[in-house]
């Protein structure tokens, strides 16, 4: 497809044929240029087993094609119908808990379950072979965010099938024994049929047996998705994760290299004051899924969502603002859920592209301009971002961070990784997410806020980075434990002493209102303290107050050609002290700028996004904005985009 794709999914079999007739004269008003289809129609397409009904599908396909909109269309498998469920009850996911979870809403088969595999193969080759050559399908969508809402399932199809993965990852029981450390509360396994999978129980269950049970969810999602993607020759393939910051449960560096292009699912969450800069992290982590290139945003809302607290409609031109911010990041595609809103069903009150108040309503126009204003913006499609800095991301220390008995329940994997985001956001410099074992001799600068779970091998791609020239900063808590959280030999930060310079010889974690005073004016450390000792490194900042007083909060540590950077607390002041890395780190930033004004490059392309009430002045950019046609004046409107192709 040239151009970004703008439009949403679609789910006509809710309505009849005057209102999907209606809906495609609407779409063309509206500029919508590709829908996803069939997304939850399994039991629509097949009835009863073995009886196949893709009558309706064709005319919609048809009708679709017949006025130039593109087909992005779903393979089901995120809805198995009731009679699969009926037929086989045992294919229906059990909870950690161990409760088996109903009918009656949707992702109720387990991704292992051979039944299921098999019921998903029969329908998909179906689709596969009908719709795999009409021109109107341009892409695949397969399932629906796996992982979401259940990564783990705990029925007896996956503890098999986890045996299994087990025998393929240790091979012998002795290798499993040794790296599960189960010589710990006599958990010594003699036999494979003796391991289970770490169910709920009233105590803390092995927590290298948990990591590796995420490892094996993650796969099995992930074989599901291959034995669709196998099938469905001809048309890239993808599947729309479940929101990159927010899907905990998959490990999306597993799927980046499966999928033909990322897709990514992305709401704000309506508590947070601060979401534009979720919306900016969830994208720019998109983006470096698809190793700098264009991704496509599958869904995002109009409005209110239904499924949070308060189900709150966007502010004017906020749903413009964010549908530009993703295309900003590299997005190619501005796609909702949904289309049109539905009138019943559990996604009611969700809001969509048709909301319940029809075409005259200030929703309805705000999406015919942006339409709009996406079709001018064609010649962006396939630009790429690059950055100067990046974060370390790695699901596998979130995971392994968040299992039960770490020396303080704040120390959260998102808490310490979107305070680092949010202060370099502040700061007007676009990053990148790499993985810790990741290529990352090109970046300024490299930040490592929360890697608790930090390999040997990427501990020394780390090192090598700095000695061979690069900055790094890593927060505490990091470089603890392997990959089978057993702590590294040595006092803490095992793999990271020598590229620090110092070790840490106590953790003193603070209570919820407890704070420490640090050695600059007014600074302030929360949730965290630590008997840091340098050895090689440089104190920067020291605690004034707390268990810690008198010794070191922040080091530098020059090594090699760079220096890498420790911070021992959680400082109120993260963003004042980043600005200083950042320049002393020569990364490239944009001169004076508005706190809430967005500045990104995304090719010769300037996106310039004002999340203020107030018009902000931008200098120095001059070019033509291709939202308005006109030059660009040197001022962004209150809560204004501009887009501004540079010479
Ligand atoms: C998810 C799903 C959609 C829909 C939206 C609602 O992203 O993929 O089917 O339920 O949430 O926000």
């Keep these: 497809m040239a151009g970004i794709a703008f439009g949403g999914d679609y789910n006509p079999e809710q309505w009849p044929r005057e209102v999907q007739e209606e809906d495609v004269r609407l779409m063309r008003e509206a500029g919508v240029t590709m829908v996803s289809l069939g997304i939850f129609a399994w039991a629509l397409l097949e009835p009863a087993e073995g009886r196949y009904e893709f009558g309706w599908l064709d005319e919609v396909v ?161 074989g599901h998705y291959l034995l669709q993607k196998e099938l469905l020759t001809g048309k890239p393939v993808t599947t729309n994760f479940a929101g990159t910051v927010n899907c905990k449960s998959m490990d999306l560096w597993t799927w980046a290299g499966d999928v033909d292009v990322i897709a990514n699912d992305h709401y704000l969450d309506a508590e947070r004051p601060d979401n534009h800069i ?29 499924w949070q607290r308060w189900g709150v409609a966007k502010r004017p031109g906020e749903m413009r603002r964010n549908s530009l911010a993703h295309v900003a990041r590299g ?36 999406v015919v301009r942006l339409g709009a204003e996406v079709g001018r913006l064609a010649e962006v499609a396939g630009s790429r971002v690059s950055a100067e800095v990046a974060i370390v991301w790695d699901w596998e220390s979130y995971w392994a961070l968040e299992l039960d008995w770490r020396p303080s329940t704040e120390l959260r994997f998102l808490e310490r990784v979107e305070a680092y985001y949010a202060a370099l956001w502040r700061e007007h410099v676009t990053v990148d997410f790499v993985h810790p ?56 930060p095992g793999v990271l002493r020598e590229v620090l310079g110092l070790s840490v010889e106590e953790f003193h974690p603070l209570r919820d209102d407890e704070t420490v005073a640090l050695g600059r004016p007014d600074g302030v450390g929360r949730i965290w303290s630590e008997r840091v000792r340098p050895a090689g490194a440089r104190t920067v900042q020291s605690f004034a107050t707390g268990p810690d007083a008198g010794h070191a909060a922040v080091t530098r540590h020059n090594l090699g050609a760079g220096v890498a950077w420790y911070i021992a607390t959680a400082p109120d002041d993260l963003r004042e002290l980043l600005a200083e890395i950042v320049v002393r780190a020569g990364v490239t930033r944009p001169g004076e700028l508005p706190d809430a004004l967005e500045m990104v490059e995304r090719g010769p392309y300037v996106f310039l996004i004002n999340h203020a009430d107030a018009a902000a002045p931008v200098p120095g950019v001059v070019g033509a904005d291709l939202i308005s046609g006109a030059p660009f004046t040197g001022e962004v409107p209150a809560g204004g985009v501009c887009v501004v192709r540079t010479p």
């Design 331 to 366: 997005s190619d595609a501005v796609m909702f859920f949904q289309w049109r809103a539905s009138r019943f069903g559990a996604e009611k009150f969700h809001s969509a592209m048709v909301p319940h108040a029809g075409t005259d309503s200030a929703l309805w126009r705000d």
């Design 62 to 222: 048809d009708r679709l094609h017949a006025a130039g909109i593109a087909v992005n269309l779903g393979t089901p498998t995120a809805a198995p119908p009731p009679w699969f469920s009926l037929k086989h009850p045992d294919s229906r996911p059990v909870t950690r808990e161990g409760r088996r979870v109903g009918t009656g809403g949707r992702e109720h088969a387990c991704s292992s379950h051979p039944a299921f595999r098999h019921a998903t193969a029969e329908l998909v080759s179906r689709l596969a072979q009908r719709y795999g050559d009409h021109p109107a399908v341009v892409m695949w969508h397969v399932h629906n965010e796996y992982g979401a809402p259940l990564g783990e399932c705990y029925c007896e199809a996956s503890v098999a099938a986890f045996r299994e993965w087990l025998k393929v990852r240790y091979a012998t029981l002795d290798a499993l024994n040794h790296a599960w450390g189960t010589t710990f509360w006599g958990q010594h396994y003699g036999d494979w049929a003796e391991i289970d999978a770490p169910r709920w129980s009233h105590t803390v269950v092995n927590p290298a047996q948990r990591l590796d049970y995420a490892r094996f969810a993650n796969d099995e999602h992930r």
């Design 278 to 306: 979720h919306l900016a992290m969830s994208a720019d982590l998109s983006r470096s899924l698809a190793g700098g290139g264009p991704w496509l945003l599958m869904e995002h809302s109009t409005g209110a969502v239904n």
């Design 437 to 492: 074992s990741a290529d990352i001799s090109g970046y300024r600068l490299v930040v490592a806020p929360s890697a608790y779970l930090l390999t040997e091998g990427s501990a020394k791609n780390l090192q090598r980075y700095v000695e061979d020239g690069g900055s790094l900063v890593v927060s505490y808590f990091s470089g603890i434990v392997n990959e089978h959280d057993t702590i590294h030999p040595g006092a803490y």
